[in-house]
């Protein structure tokens, strides 16, 4: 069974530093590994998609990596801004099918 | 383009009713999945349908249902409420198969009183 842990589970930083936030998993078996965004009450945005083949993937300030071996995976977010705050997911798929494991999140606070 | 709409988006009911919630996927869209949301045990997912054939279903008790209807809305239908139903039920649709695909709508938060 596929297990999701994501640490920190929360944090609180001023605007302008450069976050890490971590995913690690059990299941190394994965199709891919996806980072969303909720806000608070509100449905999953998607922010990035790594499939299994890849290392990495880049979409404005935010950049994702992808360990499978190690079963990792790391969100990094550039100069952080207040808008950012929000909580960040991870899922993986599970056993083998394309039912998502999530992890309980981080609840990310960018302060002014 | 209209994105995923679920309704209601808030309901309180009372223990032991039943509850329907509804989800309409993004046009052109023929999987929809229901996922639990709880402070408890995070976001966890129920079931998924495509072409009104409930392809996947995950780790919940039979009061726990749904189905599809051949416009692709989807509804999902809880019984005998129990306190810890209690959640943000949210829904997500695809054009495929892959979760990778999905949008999610707004949910609805169902409170049992």
């Known amino acids: 069974k596929q297990e999701v842990t994501q640490i920190p589970a929360a944090l609180s930083v001023p605007e302008g530093e450069n976050l890490v936030l971590n995913c690690s998993f059990t299941d190394s078996a994965i199709y891919n590994l996806q980072w969303f965004r909720q806000d608070p009450g509100k449905g999953l945005t998607s922010l990035l998609l790594i499939q299994s083949s890849q290392r990495e993937q880049t979409s404005g300030r935010l950049n994702a990596s992808l360990d499978k071996s190690s079963g990792r995976s790391t969100l990094y977010i550039a100069a952080s801004q207040p808008g950012d705050s929000a909580t960040y997911l991870c899922a993986v798929p599970s056993g083998g099918s394309y039912i998502p494991t999530f992890g309980r999140g981080t609840s990310l606070i960018v302060h002014p | 383009k209209a994105g995923v709409t679920q309704t209601p988006r808030y309901l309180i009911k009372t223990r032991g009713q039943q509850v329907t919630l509804s989800c309409s996927p993004i046009?052109?869209?023929?999987?929809v999945s229901w996922y639990q949301q709880t402070p408890g045990q995070g976001l966890q997912f129920l079931f998924e349908y495509f072409s009104e054939t409930q392809r996947n279903k995950g780790n919940f008790p039979g009061r726990f249902s749904g189905r599809q209807f051949s416009n692709s809305r989807s509804e999902m239908n809880v019984s005998t409420l129990e306190l810890g139903d209690s959640a943000l039920y949210l829904c997500?649709?695809?054009?495929?198969?892959?979760?990778?695909?999905?949008?999610f709508g707004q949910g609805t938060r169902l409170t049992v009183v």
């Open positions: 997500a649709s695809s054009l495929g198969s892959s979760f990778a695909e999905a949008f």
């Open positions: 046009s052109g869209h023929r999987s």
